[in-house]
């Protein structure tokens, strides 16, 4: 797809989210929408520049910072995610890691465990004659 393209499909995708925000009435989330978009979007730029530790500062700081508004939480909610993010300094490639792994466990959580095929392959080993 083309750059082209791909700005008007987000126009589109836009357009259409303020059309529900403003048919619903749902304007108190544009805030929060803003802080998860924003959280997103930087930790795809540092991403894509090497930057895990700041990815994943950033990432931490927007999602939890949308969540603690939406349960209006944000004092309290603050001081746990200043505590958080002090914990994480040098393990966010670690977390980074984890966090991949649950969405993907999240993702496939109706979906069948599959066993890898039986392997048709025979392994000889040598041994040393003594």
């Not at 403003?22 to 924003?38: E, H, S, T």
């Not at 931490?60 to 200043?82: D, E």
Request: charged share 15%; glycine share 10%.
């Amino acid at each position: 797809m083309s750059f082209q393209h791909d700005q008007a499909r987000l126009i589109g995708f836009l357009l259409i989210a303020l059309g529900i925000v403003a048919l619903f009435k749902l304007w108190w989330l544009v805030p929060i929408a803003l802080l998860v978009g924003g959280g997103i979007a930087i930790y795809r730029r540092q991403r894509d520049l090497g930057r895990t530790a700041e990815a994943v500062q950033a990432l931490l700081w927007g999602v939890g910072l949308a969540l603690l508004s939406l349960f209006n939480l944000v004092w309290p909610g603050i001081l746990v995610l200043g505590g958080i993010s002090l914990l994480m300094i040098g393990r966010e490639a670690v977390v980074e890691q984890r966090m991949w792994a649950l969405i993907g466990q999240v993702l496939n959580w109706n979906r069948r465990p599959t066993t890898p095929p039986a392997s048709n392959k025979v392994q000889i080993v040598e041994r040393d004659n003594e």
